[in-house]
T-cell receptor, first 110, second 114 residues
Framework: DGGITQSPKYLFRKEGQNVTLSCEQN?????MYWYRQDPGQGLRLIYY???????QKGDIAEGYSVSREKKESFPLTVTSAQKNPTAFYLC?????????FGPGTRLTVL | AQSVTQLDSQVPVFEEAPVELRCNYS??????LFWYVQYPNQGLQLLLK??????LVKGINGFEAEFNKSQTSFHLRKPSVHISDTAEYFC????????????FGGGTRLMVKP
C-alpha cells in the first residue's frame, strides 16, 4: 500500500527540548517537503529536498533542521531555537507536477 | 512573484444546495492549479488539478473547477453538497518555471448545515 506516513500523530515537547518528526514515503518520489500550518491559516514551507543529500530552506526555516540521507525519509527536527513551535506539521512528496501529503503531526509545547 | 487569494474564509451552506469556493491568483507566467481538501486533524487530499487541456476539470467527490485564464481564477463548484463535505479547502498554484513548488491560498472553511 503506497503512501506517506508521519509519526507520531501527536507530540508533546517541553520548552528547551529538541524533537524530531518522522516522514517516510514509499512512492519513489524524488522531492519531499515540510510545511507548518497554524490554526485558521494556510501552509507555510519550512524546508524542501529535490534529491537525496540535498535540501533548501523554505520561507520559515529558522529554528528547524532536516536531513535527507535516504530517498524514502525526510525527518524534521524542531530545535529549542524555534520560539513558537506549537502547530500542525505536514510532510509532502511529489511526482513531477503534483504534491501529495501525509496525515500530519500535531506538536504541542507544554 | 505569484500569490493566491481565496476570497471567502468561511462559506456556510445548507445540505443539498450548490456551492462555489472562489480562488484567484496572480502570476506573470503560465500556471498549473490545484484544489486540496483537509478534514479535521488530517493531511491534505488532492481533489483535482489543472495541468493542461480542457479548462473544466472534474475531481473526486463530485467537485469540479474551471480555469479562467483571462480572469486568473480557478473556482471550485459542487451542484449539491453533503454534510460530509464539511472541511477546509485550499487552492494552490504552481508556476511552470518553479519545479514542483506550490503557493497556497489561505483556505476556505466549508460548513454544510442540515
Amino acid at each position: 500500500d503506497g503512501g506517506i506516513t508521519q509519526s507520531p500523530k501527536y507530540l508533546f515537547r517541553k520548552e528547551g527540548q529538541n524533537v524530531t518528526l518522522s516522514c517516510e514515503q514509499n512512492l519513489n518520489h524524488d522531492a519531499m517537503y515540510w510545511y507548518r500550518q497554524d490554526p485558521g491559516q494556510g501552509l507555510r514551507l519550512i524546508y524542501y529536498s529535490q534529491i537525496v543529500n540535498d535540501f533548501q530552506k523554505g520561507d520559515i526555516a529558522e529554528g528547524y533542521s532536516v536531513s535527507r540521507e535516504k530517498k524514502e525519509s525526510f525527518p524534521l527536527t524542531v530545535t529549542s531555537a524555534q520560539k513558537n513551535p506549537t502547530a500542525f506539521y505536514l510532510c509532502a512528496s511529489s511526482e513531477p507536477g503534483t504534491q501529495y501529503f501525509g496525515p500530519g503531526t500535531r506538536l504541542t509545547v507544554l | 512573484a505569484q500569490s493566491v487569494t481565496q476570497l471567502d474564509s468561511q462559506v456556510p451552506v445548507f445540505e443539498e444546495a450548490p456551492v462555489e469556493l472562489r480562488c484567484n491568483y496572480s502570476s506573470s507566467v503560465s500556471v498549473y492549479l490545484f484544489w486540496y481538501v483537509q478534514y479535521p486533524n488530517q493531511g491534505l487530499q488532492l481533489l483535482l488539478k489543472y495541468l493542461s487541456g480542457s479548462t473544466l476539470v472534474k475531481g473526486i467527490n463530485g467537485f469540479e473547477a474551471e480555469f479562467n485564464k483571462s480572469q486568473t481564477s480557478f473556482h471550485l463548484r459542487k451542484p449539491s453538497v453533503h454534510i460530509s463535505d464539511t472541511a477546509e479547502y485550499f487552492c494552490a498554484v504552481r508556476e511552470n518555471n518553479a519545479g514542483n513548488m506550490l503557493t497556497f491560498g489561505g483556505g476556505t472553511r466549508l460548513m454544510v448545515k442540515p
